[in-house]
Nanobody, 120 residues
Framework: QVQLVESGGGLVQAGGSLRLSCAAS????????MGWYRQAPGKQRELVAT???????NYVDSVKGRFTISRDNAKNTVYLQMSSLKPEDTAVYYC??????????????WGQGTQITVSS
């Protein structure tokens, strides 16, 4: 009923930049928080950044000052601008949305994931 479609992943050299996008579509009445998580090989999935409907943001310490999360509420889209990328940022990045959908219930959805590889 709801899909989160991510784009913008790829291979980049250390120090470079990338921008991820995630568009939510389907039977959506409103979106509360949206966020990005990542999972590196052999590690647990971790929160990278979140943003509320009103624009309040939260970042994991390791990306503060390098990554910026933003959203376009009219397009149900969240972005992650990543700068000064490091090899340790290499991971599969997942979009997440907490939204009100069918029946006015709250649902939580995940995107399919997009690979980010930072070469040294």
């Amino acid at each position: 009923q709801v899909q989160l479609v991510e784009s913008g992943g790829g291979l980049v050299q250390a120090g470079g930049s990338l921008r991820l996008s995630c568009a939510a579509s389907g039977k959506i009445f409103s979106i509360n928080s949206m966020g990005w998580y990542r999972q590196a090989p052999g590690k647990q999935r971790e929160l990278v950044a979140t943003i509320t409907a009103s624009g309040d943001t939260n970042y994991v310490d390791s990306v503060k000052g390098r990554f910026t999360i933003s959203r376009d509420n009219a397009k149900n889209t969240v972005y992650l601008q990543m700068s000064s990328l490091k090899p340790e940022d290499t991971a599969v990045y997942y979009c997440n949305a907490d939204l009100v959908g069918i029946g006015f219930y709250t649902y939580n959805y995940w995107g399919q994931g997009t690979q980010i590889t930072v070469s040294s």
